[in-house]
């Protein structure tokens, strides 16, 4: 199992958790989830409901990665198999994302 927070901007919005490699879940932090004020982190996974899951990467996350040749040299330079999407994207969205999304890895694993 690996798990990484997600935040919104610099607001700790939930957890996105691998459980193997057939099984994700999204879950959003009760205090934001109850929050109104505070969107949702995606149109895709709506405040609606707190938990989502899924037999694979959720599309919101698999597009922050990169793709083609960006991603080839990511996975070499990083030592991480190319298919392993959840690594990929547990490396590279830390810190410099396109949109307000971070993913920071959860240390208490």
Known sequence: MRKVKVYRNSKFAGELIQENTKSYVFRYDDSYYSNDSLPAISLTLPKSQ???????????????????????????????????????LMETAKYDTIGAIIIKPDKEL
């Open 50 to 88: 707190q938990i989502y899951k899924s037999e694979f990467l959720f599309p919101f996350f698999f597009n922050m990665l990169s793709e083609g040749v960006n991603r080839k040299l990511q996975s070499r330079q990083l030592k991480i198999d190319e298919k392993d999407y959840f690594a990929l």
